[in-house]
């Protein structure tokens, strides 16, 4: 079955950094665009970057544009997440997915505050 592991979130201060994972298995991880979505706490989840099945493409949201980096690894049918820069407002539980099928992750938490 499809399955998304997230890990890799955490607690860290205004401006630090952290890089997520994402293990993906069930399907054949190299034929599907990904994305990292993010839901904060009376929100709803938003995806917040794209990345295309071979990795040459990628697009954000405005929110996260020059601060994040989605990157992906097929050998290893692993997507990541490198967060720089961070804000108090990127705190969320942080989601990869690909929008071909209906399961979810169990997510990461990810906390900015000082």
């Known amino acids: 079955q499809v399955q998304f592991v997230e890990s890799g979130g955490g607690l860290v201060q205004p401006g630090g950094s952290l890089r997520l994972s994402c293990a993906a298995s069930?399907?054949?991880?190299?034929?599907?665009?990904m994305r990292w979505y993010r839901q904060a706490p009376g929100k709803e989840r938003e995806v917040i970057a794209h990345i295309g099945s071979a990795g040459g493409s990628t697009n954000y949201a405005d929110s996260v544009k020059g601060r994040f980096t989605i990157s992906r690894d097929n050998a290893k049918s692993t997507v990541y997440l490198q967060m720089n820069s961070l804000k108090p407002e990127d705190t969320a539980v942080y989601y990869c997915?690909?929008?071909?099928?209906?399961?979810w992750g169990q997510g990461t938490q990810v906390t900015v505050s000082s």
């Open positions: 069930g399907f054949t991880f190299s034929n599907y665009a």
């Open positions: 997915h690909a929008a071909a099928f209906r399961s």
